[in-house]
């Protein structure tokens, strides 16, 4: 419908003007207005990623994992993002099973970027574990996959590099 349309239109200009708040109420209520309508799984992975990107960790980990049909690679992002707020709210540990049903779910050869990002996110949970070892491993995966890349990711080499230094200095 319509009015669907523009409180989409008007949800992402929000954002985009700055207004993280408005936005997000906007898709927020979109989402709940569309209900099991497939366009939902899209809103809230947006949302869920904005969460993320705005560090509102906590909204994330405490919303529900939608019940909605979901692909292997959408069940994997939202797995993600909740482990992601775990570790992010000093939950490293309850994250676990949510990583590692996500990094089943999105695997692939060659990674992606986006499993890639998994895989630092979970490298930072191992290491907030006092797994340094395993997050070292999982930083020179990472660092190997970019360097085959044809186009890496500016931000992953970044937190790539920023991580691995951590660790070596830890």
């Not at 869920?48 to 992002?77: C, N, T, Y």
């Not at 992601?84 to 099973?97: E, H, I, K, R």
């Not at 970027?113 to 490298?123: C, F, K, S, V």
Request: glycine share 6%; proline share 5%.
């Amino acid at each position: 419908p319509k009015h669907i349309d523009s409180l989409v239109k008007h949800g992402l200009q929000a954002i985009e003007a700055g207004s993280y708040a408005l936005g997000l109420s906007l898709l927020d209520r979109t989402t709940h207005l569309i209900g099991k309508h497939p366009a939902a799984v899209t809103l809230r992975l947006l949302s869920d990623g904005l969460r993320i990107g705005l560090e509102r960790f906590s909204e994330v980990v405490d919303l529900a994992l939608p019940d909605l049909p979901l692909s292997d690679k959408q069940r994997g992002q939202f797995l993600q993002y909740k482990g992601w707020g775990l570790v992010m709210t000093g939950q490293a540990a309850a994250a676990q099973p949510y990583f590692e049903q996500a990094l089943q779910l999105m695997h692939c050869t060659p990674p992606s970027t986006e499993y890639l990002y998994l895989q630092n996110i979970y490298a930072l949970s191992q290491f907030r574990q006092g797994k340094r070892e395993r997050a070292m491993q999982f930083e020179r995966a990472i660092a190997l996959s970019l360097k085959l890349q044809s186009a890496p990711s500016p931000h992953l080499i970044y937190l790539n590099s920023m991580n691995t230094a951590r660790l070596l200095l830890s």
